[in-house]
């Protein structure tokens, strides 16, 4: 992929909008049954076929810079380790001790070994058993057989994706489809996280949708972004992920640098930083958003299917280009803040009243306009994942139909 080029592509599409104040309208409205988001079985058919099929971004490499950084998490009921290893391989493993399966690690942060909190086990980084105590007693267990589960991990473009099937091929190149290579052009890798928070939220569709869309914002986020915020958003898809970009030619709070400064410069010249303008969100959580403040900065919002149908979880994670100094952290802060406001008082709670009507089961259908294109993107990918048999590896369902 010539990513100057796709970059270049999608701007010169951007400036066309811009011109026009209109959009690449979806085909048609579109609609689904409301119980996609309130099924129980439909969810755990989505925890089982596209949280541990589909690649997921699990973590930023700057989260986990040192060998021994290690990040805890809990995704769709897995109780996940992320680590960097003394070699400087990124691994995931299942957060489970391999003699009956105590959790090794608690909270994130930085270990030389893991030793399980129960009869003191340990690991080494790299997922092997190093000692068991009092083996003389125990006996001598099979190494093989006391390994750590491991899950097939990635790290590309400054991020980590692991897929929570420990047999799966690593197929990551057949579900990223050159995208990763896209979003390198941040160089996250160099990048600096300072902040993580998160937000509890209803289904996770319903808090994921309010991502790819920005019918809402003048609406919903009146009192926030306020009320003249374009709400028109024009999509880009690179496979299961899309770009968004806001179709708004006056300055809103977020982006200060975007596509619209280009039109008076020759492409050739056209300078990286507003060709990566938007939001862009890899398939099937996680959005990025673009923030300026004392320079570059992202959220990385990761959604998360929660106990129930009716429960996710939204990390925000917010990484800047510069290393936190006093006033950069004061800034970034208080846009951190401000996104935390945004989200957690407006969107989410917004999602938690459409799951009690919806969990009426009395709204038979939800319908996606022709101006959320992106919404249709996602629910149209979802069923694909979810309809494709179990025993479809991940380039088939790739494939286009
Ligand atoms: S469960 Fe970990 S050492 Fe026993
Ligand atoms: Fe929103």
Not at 46 to 56: I, Y
Not at 154 to 173: K, Q, S
Not at 240 to 253: N, T
Not at 257 to 272: K, N, Y
């Amino acid at each position: 992929m010539d990513v100057r080029a796709a970059l270049v592509a999608d701007a010169k599409r951007m400036l066309d909008c811009l011109k026009s104040g209109s959009i690449t309208q979806a085909a048609s409205i579109t609609s689904l049954p409301a119980s996609i988001y309130t099924d129980d079985e439909g969810f755990a058919l989505e925890k089982e076929r596209l949280f541990r099929r589909a690649p997921l971004m699990l973590a930023a490499s700057c989260e986990l810079r040192e060998p021994g950084d290690c990040k805890v998490m809990d995704v769709a009921g897995i109780p996940l380790l992320v680590v960097r290893g003394r070699d400087g391989v990124v691994r995931t493993f299942l957060n489970a001790c391999t003699h009956r399966g105590a959790r090794l690690m608690r909270e994130c942060g930085h270990a030389a070994r893991f030793t399980c909190p129960y009869h003191a086990w340990s690991f080494r980084l790299d997922g092997s058993l190093v000692a068991v105590p009092a083996s003389e007693a125990f006996g001598d267990p099979d190494p093989d057989d006391s390994r750590l589960v491991a899950f097939p991990t990635t790290e590309r473009a400054g991020l980590i994706w692991a897929i929570l099937d420990p047999a799966a091929a690593p197929d990551f190149d057949a579900f990223l489809g050159g995208y990763d290579k896209l979003l390198a052009a941040f160089g996250f890798e160099h990048w600096h996280h300072f902040e993580s928070r998160s937000l509890a939220g209803a289904n996770w569709k319903l808090a994921f949708d309010a991502h790819l869309e920005f019918y809402h914002l003048p609406v919903l986020h009146r009192a926030t972004f306020g009320p003249k915020m374009s709400n028109l958003a024009e999509y880009f898809y690179y496979g299961p992920h899309q770009r968004l970009g806001l179709v708004s030619r006056s300055e809103h709070v977020l982006e200060q640098d975007d596509v619209a400064g280009l039109a008076d410069i020759p492409e050739d010249d056209w300078p990286l930083l507003p060709l990566l303008f938007g939001e862009w969100i890899i398939f099937p959580n996680v959005s990025i958003n673009c923030f300026y403040k004392g320079g570059r900065g992202v959220i990385i919002s990761q959604v998360f299917p929660g106990a129930t149908v009716g429960e996710s979880v939204t990390v925000q994670m917010f990484l800047h280009e510069n290393p936190p100094g006093e006033a950069l952290l004061e800034d970034a802060r208080a846009m951190s803040e401000f996104l935390g406001q945004v989200v957690g008082t407006e969107d989410l709670p917004m999602s938690r009243a459409q799951q009690e009507t919806l969990s009426s089961g009395l709204l038979a259908r939800v319908q996606f306009g022709r101006n959320e294109g992106g919404v249709q993107h996602f629910h149209e990918w979802i069923q694909r994942f979810v309809e494709a048999p179990i025993n479809h590896l991940l380039p088939r369902i790739m494939q286009q139909l």
